[in-house]
T-cell receptor, first 117, second 111 residues
Framework: DTGVSQNPRHKITKRGQNVTFRCDPI?????LYWYRQTLGQGPEFLTY????????KSRLLSDRFSAERPKGSFSTLEIQRTEQGDSAMYLC???????????????FGPGTRLTVT | AQSVSQHNHHVILSEAASLELGCNYS??????LFWYVQYPGQHLQLLLK??????LVKGIKGFEAEFIKSKFSFNLRKPSVQWSDTAEYFC?????????FGTGTRLLVSP
C-alpha cells in the first residue's frame, strides 16, 4: 500500500504526559499537512510543510504542539503536557506541490485517535 | 478567510432515492473545491474536485457536483443512492496551502 500511513492508530495517555505521532506521506509528495478532527466537526488545519520547511501554523497550534519533518520525508507531531481538550483525531495528509498558492487535492492517512484521561 | 457551510448534518434516505447535499463557501475569488467521503472505519477519500472549466464535475461511484459561482455553492448529487453510500461527506475549499472543511453530513442509506 502506497498511501499515507500514521502511527500509532490509537493513543491513550494521562493528562500532563507527552505524546508523539508519526506520519509517512506518499513518497513522491513534497507537501505534508496535519489536521485535527473532533466529534461532529470537519478536519481543522494545524500546520503545513513543503519539503522540510514548516511554512504555516494555525492559531490552534499552541506552544505545546510542535511538528517536524526532517529531510522532507516523514513527519512527527508532538504534544507536550497533554490536556483533556487535546483529545481528538489527528490526521495527516500529503499532496504533490505546484507553484500555485491554493491547495491541491490532499490524500489523507487513517489518523491517530488521541484520548487524554 | 474562507469558510464552508454544510446545512444538512444528518440525512436519511432509502436505497434508490436521489441525493443532494448542500455546500456553500464564503470566498469570492478563484476557488478550488472538493468533496471528500469517509466510509465507516475508513480514512477520508477524495470524491471529486473542481478547479476550473466545466462547472459540472463527475467523481467516483456515480457522484457529481455542480459549481454555481453566483450562489457560492458546490452541491453534491447522486441520482440513486445505494446502501454502500452510507458515510460522512465533507465539502472543502482550498485556502492558502490548506483545505478548509465544512462540518460534514452524515448520510444513512437504509436498504
Amino acid at each position: 500500500d502506497t498511501g499515507v500511513s500514521q502511527n500509532p492508530r490509537h493513543k491513550i495517555t494521562k493528562r500532563g504526559q507527552n505524546v508523539t505521532f508519526r506520519c509517512d506521506p506518499i513518497s513522491e509528495h513534497n507537501r505534508l499537512y496535519w489536521y485535527r478532527q473532533t466529534l461532529g466537526q470537519g478536519p481543522e488545519f494545524l500546520t503545513y510543510f513543503q519539503n522540510e520547511a514548516q511554512l504555516e501554523k494555525s492559531r490552534l497550534l499552541s506552544d505545546r504542539f510542535s511538528a517536524e519533518r526532517p529531510k522532507g520525508s516523514f513527519s512527527t507531531l508532538e504534544i507536550q503536557r497533554t490536556e483533556q481538550g487535546d483529545s481528538a483525531m489527528y490526521l495527516c495528509a500529503s499532496s504533490s506541490g505546484t507553484s500555485g498558492i491554493f491547495a491541491n487535492e490532499q490524500y489523507f492517512g487513517p489518523g491517530t485517535r488521541l484520548t487524554v484521561t | 478567510a474562507q469558510s464552508v457551510s454544510q446545512h444538512n448534518h444528518h440525512v436519511i434516505l432509502s436505497e434508490a432515492a436521489s441525493l443532494e447535499l448542500g455546500c456553500n463557501y464564503s470566498y469570492g475569488g478563484t476557488v478550488n473545491l472538493f468533496w471528500y467521503v469517509q466510509y465507516p472505519g475508513q480514512h477520508l477519500q477524495l470524491l471529486l474536485k473542481y478547479f476550473s472549466g466545466d462547472p459540472l464535475v463527475k467523481g467516483i461511484k456515480g457522484f457529481e457536483a455542480e459549481f454555481i459561482k453566483s450562489k457560492f455553492s458546490f452541491n453534491l448529487r447522486k441520482p440513486s443512492v445505494q446502501w454502500s453510500d452510507t458515510a460522512e461527506y465533507f465539502c472543502a475549499v482550498a485556502g492558502f496551502q490548506k483545505l478548509v472543511f465544512g462540518t460534514g453530513t452524515r448520510l444513512l442509506v437504509s436498504p
